[in-house]
Nanobody, 126 residues
Framework: VQLQASGGGLVQAGDSLRLSCAASGRTFSAYAIGWFRQAPGKEREFVTAVNWSGSRIYYADSVKGRFTISRDNAKNTVYLQMNSLKPEDTAVYFC????????????????????WGQGTLVTVSS
């Protein structure tokens, strides 16, 4: 499966942004999808993940209550709605697909994911 992340941009603190992760190739519903981010000079970190049906969702504590992941299998797309953005949310955001569509217990580990998109930059100014 090929993944294409989009929707990044420059916003001010407190603003909202919606990222999209569009998939092509194999059946989209065969995959769980995760979002990760990498801030300048830092390691890539887990943000959120959703199983194939949307019935299981996990968030990092740093984004819980502000970010919402959703998926539309008919459109082969996963969305990341980001509200109340903070400067510390500034990062390149990546979506990734896990061939174990039910989400493994290690959903927060990037090694669990088999396919990665190219990333989209989100910059939040103070």
């Amino acid at each position: 499966v090929q993944l294409q992340a989009s929707g990044g941009g420059l916003v001010q603190a407190g603003d909202s942004l919606r990222l999209s992760c569009a998939a092509s190739g194999r059946t989209f519903s065969a995959y769980a999808i995760g979002w990760f981010r990498q801030a300048p000079g830092k390691e890539r970190e887990f943000v959120t993940a959703v199983n194939w049906s949307g019935s299981r969702i996990y968030y990092a504590d740093s984004v819980k209550g502000r970010f919402t992941i959703s998926r539309d299998n008919a459109k082969n797309t996963v969305y990341l709605q980001m509200n109340s953005l903070k400067p510390e949310d500034t990062a390149v955001y990546f979506c990734a697909a896990d061939g174990y569509r039910y989400l493994s217990g290690n959903y927060y580990d990037e090694k669990e994911y088999d396919y990665w998109g190219q990333g989209t930059l989100v910059t939040v100014s103070s």
